[in-house]
Nanobody, 124 residues
Framework: QVQMAESGGGLVQAGGSLRLSCAASGRTFSSYAMGWFRQAPGKEREFVATINWSGGGTYYADAVKGRFTISRDNAKNTVYLQMNSLKPEDTAVYYC?????????????????WGQGTQVTVSS
């Protein structure tokens, strides 16, 4: 019922910034909590950030707290991830995800719909 497409990834030097976007389909976008996850080669997909249905509640992984900001624009069916002060260890494929609930969650298994991913590469 929900399809998403990430964009905004690319190559950036350490200390730089990127803004990821995820455009979602569906009339009930505002009813879904959203999340961003990332997966590096040979590693499990890990939680990055989540936002509740209204955008008023957010939560971040310790590794990105203070550097990344998740936001959403329900009128545009879009969720964003602003990434500042990027580090080489941030290099991964970044995925947006939606869950059939208004509340935030941090586990992969808590999400029902996934985008195709966008590559973020941070060079030192």
């Amino acid at each position: 019922q929900v399809q998403m497409a990430e964009s905004g990834g690319g190559l950036v030097q350490a200390g730089g910034s990127l803004r990821l976007s995820c455009a979602a389909s569906g009339r009930t976008f505002s009813s879904y909590a959203m999340g961003w996850f990332r997966q590096a080669p040979g590693k499990e997909r890990e939680f990055v950030a989540t936002i509740n249905w209204s955008g008023g509640g957010t939560y971040y992984a310790d590794a990105v707290k203070g550097r990344f900001t998740i936001s959403r624009d329900n009128a545009k069916n879009t969720v964003y991830l602003q990434m500042n002060s990027l580090k080489p260890e941030d290099t991964a494929v970044y995925y947006c995800a939606a869950r059939n609930d208004k509340f935030r969650a941090t586990r992969v298994v808590d999400y029902n719909y996934w985008g195709q991913g966008t590559q973020v590469t941070v060079s030192s």
